[in-house]
């Protein structure tokens, strides 16, 4: 079978403009709270996806740490690719596919840094391992092969043992949102979706689109 003839239709709900919440944050945390009753794997992934100094696009998967009013908010080295290009472009795409739901939700807007002290009380609540990994990894720069990452990581582990301390490069970014889209799949690919918009005095838009 060609891979053009591999279709399916949707119809396990739909989706109102009429009926979404006010704010599109939470209309967001109601769907990721169904997402996660389903025990859909990793329910938190989103695609991040940045503008290079080159202007070409980038994405990548990464795991949100927390939503709230202010945005949307995970961690990362901020010596990365991704990084780099959010330094020269502060402005980025997420979207989460919840394929089990038949659901997808796609958030433009800018990006900033979080405080230090957000910083560090999230590295401290991770796994030592993962702490250890964070320090012994050069994220996106080469590496001559996995032994010298491995011993890498064990010199951190033998160096900072039960302690070890977040390096300045390591830390989170928040993505204030100015456009969030909700599609929920149909049938007949007349699928559905809501656009909300940010307006100048911080309220929000919405309107239907066509799928």
């Given at each position: 079978m060609?891979i053009?003839?591999?279709?399916?239709?949707?119809?396990?709900?739909?989706?109102?403009?009429?009926?979404?919440?006010a704010?599109?944050?939470?209309?967001?945390?109601?769907?990721?709270?169904e997402?996660?009753?389903?025990?859909?794997?990793?329910?938190?992934?989103?695609?991040?996806?940045?503008?290079?100094?080159?202007?070409?696009?980038?994405?990548?998967?990464?795991?949100?740490?927390?939503?709230?009013?202010?945005?949307?908010?995970?961690?990362?080295?901020?010596h990365?690719?991704?990084?780099?290009?959010?330094?020269?472009?502060?402005?980025?795409?997420l979207?989460?596919?919840?394929?089990?739901?038949?659901?997808?939700?796609?958030?433009?807007?800018?990006?900033?840094?979080?405080?230090?002290?957000?910083?560090?009380?999230?590295?401290?609540?991770?796994?030592?391992?993962?702490?250890?990994?964070?320090?012994?990894?050069?994220?996106?720069?080469t590496?001559?092969?996995?032994?010298?990452?491995?011993?890498?990581f064990?010199?951190?582990?033998?160096?900072y043992g039960e302690?070890?301390?977040?390096?300045?490069?390591?830390?989170?970014?928040?993505v204030?949102?100015e456009?969030?889209?909700?599609?929920?799949?149909?049938?007949?690919?007349?699928?559905?979706?809501?656009?909300?918009?940010?307006?100048?005095?911080?309220?929000?838009?919405?309107?239907?689109l066509?799928?």
């Amino acid at each position: 079978m060609s891979i053009a003839e591999l279709r399916k239709d949707y119809s396990r709900a739909s989706l109102s403009e009429l009926d979404v919440a006010a704010d599109p944050i939470a209309q967001f945390s109601a769907w990721l709270d169904e997402a996660i009753s389903a025990q859909i794997p990793e329910p938190t992934a989103m695609s991040v996806a940045t503008v290079g100094i080159d202007g070409r696009p980038s994405s990548r998967i990464v795991l949100l740490k927390q939503v709230d009013a202010d945005g949307f908010s995970w961690f990362t080295n901020y010596h990365s690719r991704k990084g780099l290009e959010i330094d020269q472009h502060p402005y980025v795409a997420l979207l989460f596919h919840w394929v089990e739901l038949e659901r997808q939700v796609r958030i433009e807007g800018k990006i900033e840094r979080v405080s230090a002290a957000e910083n560090d009380h999230y590295f401290a609540s991770r796994p030592l391992s993962s702490q250890w990994g964070a320090i012994a990894s050069q994220q996106s720069q080469t590496v001559d092969n996995r032994d010298t990452l491995e011993a890498r990581f064990s010199a951190v582990e033998q160096q900072y043992g039960e302690h070890p301390i977040r390096p300045a490069h390591w830390g989170g970014y928040r993505v204030v949102p100015e456009q969030m889209e909700f599609w929920q799949g149909r049938r007949s690919r007349l699928h559905d979706r809501v656009l909300y918009t940010r307006t100048e005095d911080g309220g929000w838009k919405r309107q239907r689109l066509q799928p």
